[in-house]
């Protein structure tokens, strides 16, 4: 398959690593695929228990402004 922009691939319903930790639905518009792909779990994880989710996505929607 090939990759779509965001990290996920093209057809394919499996969620980013984020969305994935958080048990919620990966939208296609997902502020976190970008930077956390699925097959990197770990990347998300670590991050997440440092600054928690919502500061992650604050930051994010800050650098997109």
């Known amino acids: 398959m090939?990759?779509?922009t965001g990290g996920r691939k093209q057809?394919?319903?499996s969620p980013c690593a984020a969305c994935k930790l958080l048990r919620r639905r990966c939208a296609q518009d997902c502020v976190f695929?970008?930077?956390f792909p699925a097959d990197?779990?770990?990347k998300f994880a670590s991050v997440h228990k440092v600054f928690g989710a919502s500061n992650v996505?604050?930051?994010l929607q800050v650098r997109f402004q």
């Open 2 to 4: 090939k990759e779509s």
């Open 11 to 13: 057809g394919a319903i």
């Open 33 to 35: 695929a970008p930077y």
């Open 40 to 42: 990197e779990p770990q």
């Open 57 to 59: 996505n604050k930051m």
